[in-house]
């Protein structure tokens, strides 16, 4: 049998040094030959110069211009891919920038923290998705974008500094303090855990990107971005709270963290505690429903807190029930609201045609359908985060046509006397207005705008 160790043995002369790299070594960390430094060239331009050059369109520099940074990505774990990230300083950046190119294991030739200078002429410069970078050029459907410079000219353009390498140190932030010139950078985040619904998750699905969710202890979140492709890809997610470091990337107005290794996570502290953030109160309620007779497109609901403080509506919902249905036929979720003291939230099924019509926009726009899109005869209630029953319009089960609940091209105007929901419809609270008169209500179908007030407690 002919071993590898055998084959070594035999190789020709010619071939042994080759052969010997890419078939002897027992693996993939085997040490490259030194790699030349560059003392000649400086900087002669900044990154905000740079961008500044761009108008639009991705374009070819043909100025003999110079930038410098220092790498804070490494290849080396797997979780970046022909990409090299930099940063303007080692220590509090002012900017960072990007460069694609088209080398393999570039951490052997560009490790964090060496210095690097790139000559800009005859690279490309573009933008995508908010983020610019710098580096070859590909076409598609005619579209001309950056792509990875092809590593044939690699040493045309990118350098290593004669310097030695720097400890980079990381930028400390909030995760609800990031910043734009902050993209590319490296930085780092404390007192962060991993979302417990994940817990149980690796970091990536096998040859998948795949997105993790950093939370802390505020209910603040960050997107955790992996690639499946990682050494790490397989590891469990940690299970404490600590700090994380990483280079900072962003789409448009989202941010995303990509860590170095799993060297970059320090959890050692216990998980945050459980956050109360999600309130119940009977001071909520139901204050007006609009169906007029001349605009469906102007219906409402309204809702009243009649509190002397600001109340969050996270985990609240207002359920609509179709006619006689006793299965909920619609919801709307409340939860993105603070309803603020002795103030109304007012919610349309049409936010343009309320704003035309009352002029001024809606606080929630939703769709047709919704508990908001009532045509009079169905029946609603407000639920708190627990599940509760807070405030009630109309008897689930009733149809509302011809009872004390139709407000058909009409309106149900709470009584400013009320200041509390109610879980059971109570039609004295209420001054209900519709084409009818039926059990006790008022036959005068109502007009908009002019017999309505969204927005004021009357």
């Known amino acids: 049998m002919v071993t590898k160790a055998s084959i070594c043995q035999k190789a020709p002369s010619v071939l042994f040094g ?97 210095k690097i200078i790139i000559n800009l002429k005859g690279l490309y410069l573009g933008r995508s998705k908010g983020v610019f970078k710098i580096g070859g050029v590909f076409t598609s459907f005619g579209n001309v974008s950056v792509g990875r410079l092809p590593a044939a000219i690699v040493d045309n353009h990118i350098f290593v500094s004669c310097e030695e390498v720097t400890d980079m140190v990381p930028t400390s932030i909030n995760i609800t303090d990031v910043e734009e010139n902050l993209t590319n950078t490296l930085v780092r985040l404390n007192d962060v855990e991993i979302l417990e619904e994940q817990l149980s998750e690796s970091f990536a699905v096998p040859k998948e990107e795949t997105e993790r969710t950093l939370t802390n202890c505020n209910d603040n979140e960050l997107i955790l971005v992996n690639s499946g492709f990682s050494d790490f890809q397989a590891e469990l997610l940690p299970q404490e709270n600590g700090s994380i470091t990483g280079v900072l990337l962003r789409e448009n107005d989202n941010y995303f963290l990509a860590i170095r290794d799993l060297a970059d996570i320090e959890f050692d502290n216990e998980r945050c505690a459980d956050l109360v953030d999600e309130f119940t109160a009977t001071t909520i309620f139901i204050s007006e429903l609009a169906d007029p007779d001349n605009n469906s ?162």
């Open 297 to 458: 497109g102007a219906r409402f609901v309204e809702l009243y807190n009649s509190d002397e403080q600001a109340l969050s509506l996270k985990g609240w919902m207002l359920r609509r029930y179709t006619n006689d249905n006793t299965e909920v036929s619609s919801t709307i979720d409340l939860s993105a609201f603070v309803i603020a003291p002795q103030s109304t939230l007012v919610v349309s099924p049409n936010e343009a045609e309320f704003e035309s019509v009352y002029g001024f926009a809606p606080d929630l726009g939703v769709g047709t359908n919704s508990p908001a899109d009532s045509n009079g005869d169905d029946n609603l209630e407000l639920i708190d985060p627990f599940g509760t029953v807070i405030d009630t319009f109309g008897i689930v089960g009733e149809d509302g046509t011809g009872t004390d609940h139709e407000f058909e091209d009409g309106r149900a105007l709470r009584r400013v006397e009320i200041t509390e929901g109610n879980p059971i419809y109570t039609s004295s609270e209420w001054i209900v207005f519709n084409d009818s008169g039926d059990s006790g209500t008022v036959n005068q179908p109502q007009i908009a705008p002019e017999d309505f007030s969204p927005g004021l407690r009357d």
């Open 18 to 114: 080759l052969f010997l790299l890419f078939a002897c070594v027992k693996d993939k960390n085997f040490d490259l030959p030194t790699k030349s430094c560059s003392t000649d060239l400086i900087a002669n331009t900044t990154y905000a110069e740079v961008k500044a050059l761009y108008q639009d369109e991705t374009f070819q520099i043909q100025d003999d211009l110079i930038i410098e940074g220092y790498v804070v990505s490494s290849d080396e774990a797997g979780n970046f891919f022909s990409v090299l990230y930099f940063q303007d300083s080692p220590v509090d950046p002012k900017e960072g920038f990007q460069i694609e190119l088209d080398v393999r294991d570039s951490h052997l030739f560009y490790p964090i923290g060496s």
